[in-house]
């Protein structure tokens, strides 16, 4: 059998529907070695973990035959169902419909494992939307201002 070897590590960033801030510290502090345990039943190599009330950023590697999409949809849907179980006020818990998933490099990865692991330090200068706005100018991607509105600050 011919060897298949790669590295596709995934800066991922998704939202609380609404943005809704319901992920408290006890919350995150029992739902990010939840995570761990979910990414690793599924291939995934949860590498970093951090997040605010309303968003987590995950640095995840994944295997080859794994897509993105996929990955993403277990972690989330598995957390959004363990959170609800687990926390009864949380019955209404859930995350948005999309999500940022960005390929980093092996030079990329202590910066950005410390950018995710110390959102806490990082939001005192900036928001969520200047955040990951400048995330998805920093990757070059073309996207419709429109289609981040439900990712963004509810007012």
Same mark, same amino acid.
């Given at each position: 059998m011919p060897q298949i070897l790669t590295n596709q590590m995934l800066h991922c960033v998704f939202c609380t529907k609404n943005r809704k801030k319901l992920i #408290?510290? $006890?919350i995150a502090g029992r739902l990010y070695p939840y995570l761990a345990v979910v990414a690793r039943a599924r291939r995934i190599v949860l590498l970093a973990? @951090? /997040? $605010?009330? *309303?968003?987590?950023?995950?640095l995840i590697s994944t295997p080859p035959t794994l897509s993105t999409s996929r990955a993403i949809q277990w972690l989330k849907g598995s957390s959004s %169902?363990?959170?609800? !179980? #687990?926390?009864? =006020? %949380?019955? /209404?818990? @859930?995350w948005q419909r999309g999500f940022g998933a960005f390929s980093i490099g092996v030079s990329e990865f202590k910066r950005t494992a410390e950018f995710? =692991?110390?959102? *806490? &330090?990082?939001?005192?200068? &900036?928001?969520? *939307? !200047? =955040?990951?706005? @400048?995330?998805?100018? &920093?990757?070059?991607?073309?996207?419709? =201002?429109?289609g981040l509105i439900e990712c963004r600050s509810v007012k």
């Open positions: #408290t510290p $006890m973990v @951090g /997040g $605010m009330p *309303d968003h987590l950023h995950l %169902q363990w959170i609800q !179980e #687990t926390f009864p =006020e %949380q019955q /209404g818990f @859930g995710i =692991e110390n959102q *806490d &330090k990082h939001h005192r200068r &900036k928001s969520f *939307d !200047e =955040e990951y706005s @400048g995330i998805i100018r &920093k990757n070059a991607l073309d996207y419709d =201002e429109r």
